[in-house]
């Protein structure tokens, strides 16, 4: 498989970057697209890669958030016949906190009813092709997660601590081991990898790939998760975007060569 960043907040070239993550796949005779970043740019990068997205498959979003989900209009113009995968639970109701307000941080207003057509919704575990599937989480207590982080989603006129309900992971086979794609890693790195783990049990796990959510964590707490994914026995690990610099840095001080960085442009092959 070849999996080529459109978009992440590092870039090297003159290729865009902006705060989102979107990630070509391309799987045997398969296209996929998962996420499509803030705006329209994972697109003109794309564009200028040499990547037809009319081509894609099938797209597939991680989460309800707007840095994954905003360039969803842009992908549905340039391509006409492509599904569109969501968690059930995925809803326009995501808010992080600032100071005292709560902000719109979710998929744009009125997307979900204008191309409800080419959106479909997926449970627990799903099997998309044979190789790709799709999981929900099962770790437990992910609301904590939410309150610490200020994220909730908005029922009525209540703030709940966001359980990500509308947040799944890309598994895809490969000769090595399974790849897990989890954008944002909101359940935790570690607590996604035991999933998988959960999920297939007579399988090991070469690489996860996506963002971490680390860029307001304590370095003791960073040095502390990256001690529990050395217990997996995970061999490479992609991670940018939410990650943050200091984070990274402090992954790569505790498991070396073992972690990489990415960017724009990216291109990794397994």
């Not at 907040?9 to 391309?26: C, Q, V």
């Not at 897990?180 to 690489?207: F, M, R, T, W």
């Not at 994914?229 to 610099?245: A, D, F, L, N």
Request: charged share 20%.
């Amino acid at each position: 498989m070849k999996i080529t960043v459109l978009i992440d907040n590092l870039t090297k070239g003159t290729l865009t970057a902006e705060w989102g993550l979107s990630l070509y796949i391309k799987y045997q005779d398969s296209h996929i697209l998962l996420d499509t970043g803030a705006s329209d740019r994972f697109a003109r990068n794309a564009a200028h890669l040499g990547i037809d997205l009319g081509s894609v498959d099938f797209g597939v979003l991680s989460h309800a958030h707007y840095d994954h989900a905003n360039g969803m209009c842009t992908f549905f113009e340039q391509n006409q016949k492509a599904p569109f995968y969501l968690r059930k639970g995925s809803m326009e109701n995501c808010y992080g906190k600032r100071w005292i307000f709560r902000k719109y941080i979710g998929i744009q207003k009125g997307l979900l009813k204008k191309y409800q057509d080419r959106i479909l919704y997926t449970d627990e575990k799903q099997e998309l092709l044979p190789g790709v599937n799709l999981l929900a989480h099962s770790t437990k207590g992910l609301e904590a997660f939410g309150e610490r982080n200020r994220l909730y989603i908005r029922q009525g006129y209540r703030y709940l601590p966001d359980s990500f309900r509308h947040e799944q992971s890309l598994i895809l086979h490969s000769e090595q081991g399974l790849v897990i794609l989890s954008s944002c890693s909101h359940a935790g790195a570690d607590n996604i990898i035991q999933e998988v783990l959960s999920a297939y049990p007579e399988e090991k796990i070469h690489a996860i790939i996506g963002g971490f959510h680390l860029s307001h964590t304590s370095e003791e707490d960073v040095r502390a998760l990256a001690k529990r994914i050395r217990t997996t026995g995970i061999e490479k690990i992609y991670t940018g975007h939410c990650t943050g610099t200091a984070a990274f840095t402090i992954l790569q001080e505790e498991l070396g060569e073992q972690v990489c960085q990415l960017y724009t442009g990216m291109e990794i092959f397994i």
